[in-house]
């Protein structure tokens, strides 16, 4: 997964063979760590029969017998164990906002396409280490949820998802956040993937959970460079995709305040990650989502 397809089938939108090829070259970082999530395999000596033989030692007092190899005792006239190493398979929770604003563009990638790229490139390099991976699709709650897997068909489950999956709704970041809490039942990584252009402090209230509860909490915000840039030489007319309110203007007349205004924003957020302890980037839909990725997980 992905495959190449032959006789006319749809090759995945969100997962092509080309990507596919460079996300297999890239490993994660002990910086995506939460008790090895993220970082493949975690393995933990136990006592008893598990996946791997990982070597004897000396019974003491108090071991069960049943873990006494007798064929080494019967060669040694000594009593040894076999250990065991057990390999569990850690998981990464993504949550992806899908609500009205995430469907504007630039003329190239909307904000959803980019996002949907990127959970679809993360989602792969998570089942190809054999970890597990959940989706949350939310905007004002939690629109569709796929549990942790890490299967090939697991993965398919998710693109089907995401290709499927359409822009639409108010954003109510906080509430999803809050109503998805409860489905999540292993510490984990989460990382959340949207424009955030909601409050941040009701957003981090709601983080707070999370964090509390042992989570370790990654922000990937995507906005386009229009959002954060409004340029143009002419009056436009300017649409709320989510409440529908318009407003008619020059930009030169708004520019000033408008970029005052989300560069608060952006500082706000950044500042109410740092102090709690949560990673936070920000990215352009005019960056290579591949490229945010690599450097992520680097």
């Not at 029969?49 to 005792?73: K, L, N």
């Not at 949207?194 to 709601?206: H, I, K, M, N, T």
Request: glycine content about 8%.
């Amino acid at each position: 997964m992905p495959e190449e397809r032959t006789g006319g089938g749809a090759a995945p939108r969100y997962l092509r063979t080309e990507d596919a090829r460079q996300l297999r070259a890239m490993t994660f970082s002990p910086r995506l760590m939460v008790e090895g999530a993220l970082s493949g395999k975690h393995r933990s000596r136990l006592r008893g029969a598990s996946m791997e033989f990982h070597e004897y030692r000396a019974y003491t007092p108090g071991d069960p017998p049943a873990m006494v190899d007798w064929r080494v005792f019967a060669r040694s006239d000594r009593l040894h164990l076999r250990t065991f190493r057990l390999e569990t398979h850690l998981e990464c929770h993504l949550f992806l906002d899908a609500s009205a604003s995430m469907g504007y563009g630039d003329g190239g990638l909307s904000k959803l396409e980019w996002a949907s790229h990127f959970a679809a490139g993360l989602a792969y390099i998570v089942t190809l280490r054999q970890d597990r991976v959940s989706l949350t699709v939310f905007d004002e709650g939690p629109r569709a949820f796929l549990p942790p897997g890490g299967t090939r068909g697991h993965l398919r489950q998710i693109l089907s998802l995401l290709e499927g999956n359409e822009a639409r709704g108010r954003t109510d970041l906080a509430g999803a956040l809050d109503k998805s809490l409860p489905l999540l039942r292993r510490r984990a990584t989460v990382l959340v993937i949207g424009d955030f252009l909601a409050d941040p402090g009701e957003v981090f209230r709601a983080l707070s959970a999370y964090t509390h509860r042992g989570f370790r909490v990654f922000l990937l915000q995507i906005l386009t460079p229009t959002e954060l840039n409004l340029p143009g030489e002419r009056t436009r007319r300017f649409a709320d995709p989510e409440t529908g309110r318009r407003v008619t203007a020059h930009p030169d007349t708004v520019r000033a305040a408008y970029r005052e205004e989300i560069e608060a924003h952006q500082r706000r957020l950044a500042a109410l990650a740092s102090r709690r302890g949560i990673d936070c980037v920000q990215a352009r839909t005019d960056q290579s989502w591949l490229g945010v990725l690599r450097d992520l997980v680097r």
